[in-house]
């Protein structure tokens, strides 16, 4: 049971650059996120999925696309990387998208745009 | 606005002596209240969560919380710190449905 696993694990490009980030659980949970880690800032919510086959923006969405491929995986695409997007990225999952719910983290993208 | 606070940046400690990392909050209703800790190079990991009933709340590694309504806090508390308990804490409030709140952290260095 690996839990959450996101690859790459760093990852650094020019400006004008696209990638992906890939995220994957094995927890058979229904809800996924995606957040960035910035210095002093806690972490803030780019995108979600609430089940297989639905998306929904979170706080900070521009610049940012997101698919849910099926209930394993959920993706980030970066499709013009610009330097504020420097960040730490984090996948996590939840069983249901409920307050109450615990969220389980992957170990994290670091990505660096020059 | 709904906001979570973590005043200090950095707490230090001896091991062995207690400690307390402080959370505050402001939000509306009855909250429901999480800690994350972060080691190194690693994703948060769930430490306990505060959803109703008993304001002292017991987690994973010894930690626990208090919940106090009155002051607005939920700080997380051990009795004896180990070096292996140095890492970033998160306090985290949900504010319903996808939306959680989290703290700026708070990084606890425990000196041997």
């Known amino acids: 049971n690996a839990g959450v696993t996101q690859t790459p694990k760093f990852q650094v490009l020019k400006t004008g650059q696209s990638m992906t980030l890939q995220c994957a659980q094995d927890?058979?949970?229904?809800?996924m996120y995606w957040y960035r880690q910035d210095p002093g800032m806690g972490l803030r919510l780019i995108y979600y999925s609430a089940s297989e086959g639905t998306t929904d923006k979170g706080e900070v969405p521009n610049g940012y696309n997101v698919s849910r491929l099926n209930k394993r995986e959920f993706s980030l695409r970066l499709e013009s990387a610009a330097p504020s997007q420097t960040s730490v990225y984090f996948c996590a999952s939840s069983e249901v998208l409920e307050s109450t719910d615990t969220q389980y983290f992957g170990p994290g993208t670091r990505l660096t745009v020059l | 606005a709904q906001s979570v606070a973590q005043p200090e940046d950095q707490v230090n400690v001896a091991e062995g002596n207690p400690l307390t990392v402080k959370c505050t909050y402001s939000?509306?209703?009855?909250?429901?209240l999480f800690w994350y800790v972060q080691y190194p190079n690693r994703g948060l990991q769930f430490l306990l969560k505060?959803?109703?009933?008993?304001?002292l709340v017991k987690g994973s590694y010894g930690f626990e919380a208090e919940f106090n309504k009155s002051q607005t806090s939920f700080h997380l508390k051990k009795p004896s710190a180990l070096v292996s308990d140095s890492a970033l804490y998160f306090c985290?409030?949900?504010?319903?449905?996808?939306?959680?709140?989290f703290g700026a952290g708070t990084r606890l260095f425990v000196k041997a």
């Open positions: 939000v509306s209703g009855n909250p429901y």
């Open positions: 985290a409030v949900p504010v319903g449905g996808f939306k959680t709140i």
């Open positions: 505060y959803i109703t009933g008993d304001n």
């Open positions: 927890m058979n949970h229904n809800s």
